[in-house]
Structures are given as C-alpha cells and as structure tokens.
C-alpha cells in the first residue's frame, strides 16, 4: 500500500509540472495557445504542446517509481523543477542551433505545421536525452546538465548533416510551410535522440571516462545512423530521391523513410 501512495504521488508530481510548463509556454508566446488549440485548431501549436509534454513525461520517467521514503519524494520533485528549467533552455538554445533567424511563435500561431512539427522533435529529444542522463546514479546535478549540454552540442550536428546531405535549404522549406522538411528535420533529431539515449544512460563513472564513452558512443550511433538513412532511401524510395521527394512536398514518402531510420534507431540504443 505504502509504495501505492509513493507512485500517486510521482504522477501528481509529473502533471504539477506538466500544468507549471503549460502556464510558463502561454506567457512566453505571446498569443492565447488555448484559443488557437480550441477554437482556431491550430495544428503547429498542438504539436509544439504535444512535443513538450510528452518530452517532459519520458524524460521525469528514468526516475520515477523508486520513491522509498519522503526525502526521495522530495528530490523528485526537485528533478522536475530541473527538467522544467532545462526544457525551456532547450527549447531556445535548439532555437538558435535549428531554426536561427525563423520568427518561430509568429509563424506557430499562424498555423506553420512544418515549424511546429521541429519543435515537437526537439521537445521530444530533449526528454530522450534527459532520460537516458538521470536514469543513472551518482555525478548529481552537475553531471546531469553537462551530459545534457554534451548532448545539445552534438545533436547540432544532425541538423547541418542533413543539410549537406540533401543539399537543400531545411530551413528555408520549414520556414515557409514545407511539411516534409519538418519530417525530415524532426524525424532526424528524434532518431539521433534515441541512440545518444544509449549513450548517456547508466552510473556516473568519472569526468573523463564518461565524456570519452559518450563521444565514441554518440559519434558511432551518428555513423550508423547516415548509413541507414540512406540505405532506406535507396531500398523504399528507389525510383527518387529524399531531397526530390522533400522539395515536392511529397510527406508520405517522408514519413516512410523517417519510420525506417527511427526504428533502426531503437535498435542501434539497444545493441551499443
């Protein structure tokens, strides 16, 4: 019964925070996302929301249940407080990485889907990463938010891949409203996300040894992630190419490719 009451309260915890965001988001926009949500049916705006809270919840999951006393209640709680802070620091330190220069709460309340659809990757990959960061013991605090930052660093990379590789501007075509950019440009943040998951989960094992595990984990996974990109591309798209199909705007053929990666992704965090 006891540890009934210690997992009542977790997710009351969780939906604190969830409700503490929610309010945090509304003033920093600078519209009524609810109105836009309810009567407008924005969907950018449900997106960027559905990114958030479901980043928020897996990332407070690498935590939850192991609750044994009040005092452990407690630093939970303190956890959330961390992801909350952190969530929001993501979201414009990605900002700046991904979209620089995109007047991005003008356009997700003017209903830009594709806009919409990169920050809800982002938030997502954030509570990836933040996930596999607090699932393991000991470093506190510090260590949490330096492998956190690590990880920030190197997601940047995939966005500027994904430029080269496709040698298109993903910015430009998100910026005005191309929904299979924003596949793509989400689809490649969430897959990456999961392999570096794998890289920054488990015990704090010392600065040094951490920070060299973590680079040689997360820069195989990239690896292994770009040669499967483009085997799926050769294999379910063989009479085109991704960057064709993105200037397009053909999102079916997007979303095909992006499943392929980010289920190879799964199992690339499973096996490293």
Known sequence: ????????IDILIVVFFLFVSKKTADFLTGFDDDDAVERGGNAAVALWRFGHYFGMAVAM??????????TDVL???LIGALVTVLFFLSHYINRYLFLRGIDHNRLIGQGNVAVGMVECGIYVASGLVLNGVLSGGGG???STVAFFALAQCVMALVFLITEKIYHIGIKSEIEYG?????VVLAGGIVSYAV????SVTGDFIGWGRGIVAFFISAFMGLAFLLVIQKAANYIFLPRTTLSEQIKNRNTAAVIVVEAISLSIAIVIGQVM
């Open 1 to 8: 019964m006891e540890r009934f009451y210690y997992d009542l």
């Open 61 to 70: 999951s690498g935590v939850i249940g192991a609750e044994t006393a009040l």
């Open 75 to 77: 630093s939970f709680f």
């Open 140 to 142: 506190g605090v510090i």
């Open 178 to 182: 191309n929904i299979s950019a924003g």
């Open 195 to 198: 392999i570096l998951r794998a």
